[in-house]
């Protein structure tokens, strides 16, 4: 009898230490294939990106081929841009809709009004899922027309594909279009909606790749919809003298400035500065070029590379990249 019970002891006591041993071995496993799964879950989201920037790109073909010209950059009176809820402001996304199967969108949007008018908040509003990231999780939008090469409030003497008024046809494109980016990816987009023709659609190469810094421009300043939310700028040290001599176009600006006397210098910079290009994506991000291509482009990519694909007509070979 006492046997008996001491076989059985002994037989929960292995069972029991076979069960922990199991345990172990699959807790090993699922720490050993959840990197595998999150690189496979992130490859995914990188490859629905490209086919956005892709759509993106094919769509300007399109609107080229139908108009002789690229959509401008934004529409507006009179420039430099300022990133704030007030001006006419219509952007380049706006005027390629139908080439993105949003027929309705654009049909529904009244171009006898600004963007930032109530009588087009609808369409403000409107979730355009090719304008984003799935690897974003801040939301707002992440794709931005390319306007210049430096960083330089948007205005009609810009150097690259996107900028005020611009109407950019084949023979301005001297670079050649596989040189020559027309699309990038952006973390902090679209913060005055995708419609709007300022930086939230709108970026250039000032900063390198994932090298802005970003400041913010305070809820003094009103934004559309109720939204009082504080927005992040572009804000490179390197170009505040650069921008001195704008800083009192904010004021004179025919769009006006809301509460401007509440407004520091440095918040009438913000107000000009546009921003460079960034991504939720490893070490880089991708850019549809102007034949329609995808490329990833690293951080580490030599800066002077990056400002001659970011300017349409520089005339240096780009080389290797």
Not at 11 to 24: D, K, P, R, T, Y
Not at 158 to 166: D, Y
Not at 206 to 233: H, W
């Amino acid at each position: 009898m006492i046997s008996l019970q001491v076989k059985k002891s002994h037989s929960a006591g292995f069972v029991l230490m076979e069960l922990w041993c199991v345990i172990a071995v699959i807790a090993v496993l699922i720490a050993l294939l959840l990197p595998a799964v999150q690189s496979a879950r992130e490859a995914a989201r990188a490859t629905t990106c490209k086919n956005n920037l892709m759509q993106l790109g094919i769509a300007l073909q399109n609107y080229q081929m139908a108009h002789l010209m690229l959509p401008s950059g934004t529409v507006n009176s009179q420039g430099p841009i300022l990133n704030q809820p007030q001006g006419y402001h219509v952007g380049w996304v706006i005027q390629i809709l139908p080439l993105l199967e949003e027929r309705v969108a654009f049909q529904r949007y009244d171009f006898a009004k600004g963007v930032y008018d109530p009588v087009n908040s609808e369409i403000a509003n409107y979730r355009l899922t090719c304008f984003v990231c799935p690897s974003s999780y801040l939301g707002g939008y992440n794709y931005a027309g390319c306007q210049n090469d430096v960083e330089a409030p948007i205005d009609s003497d810009n150097q690259g594909v996107f900028f005020l008024n611009s109407s950019i046809r084949e023979k301005d494109l001297k670079d050649g279009r596989a040189y020559t980016i027309f699309v990038g990816e952006t973390a902090d987009g679209g913060f005055l909606s995708w419609t709007s023709g300022t930086s939230s659609t709108l970026r250039n190469m000032g900063t390198k790749i994932n090298q802005s810094l970003a400041s913010r421009i305070s809820s003094r300043v009103a934004f559309p919809y109720g939204d009082s939310r504080e927005y992040q700028f572009q804000n490179d040290p390197m170009s505040d003298s650069y921008f001195d001599e704008y800083e009192e176009m904010v004021d004179d600006n025919p769009d006006g400035i809301r509460e401007s006397e509440e407004l520091t210098a440095e918040d009438r910079k913000s107000l000009l500065r546009v921003g460079g290009f960034s991504s939720f994506h490893a070490e880089g991000a991708h850019f549809s070029l102007g034949d329609a291509s995808v490329r990833y482009i690293s951080q580490k990519t030599d800066y002077e590379i990056l400002k001659r694909l970011a300017n349409r007509q520089d005339g240096n070979l780009v080389g290797e990249y």
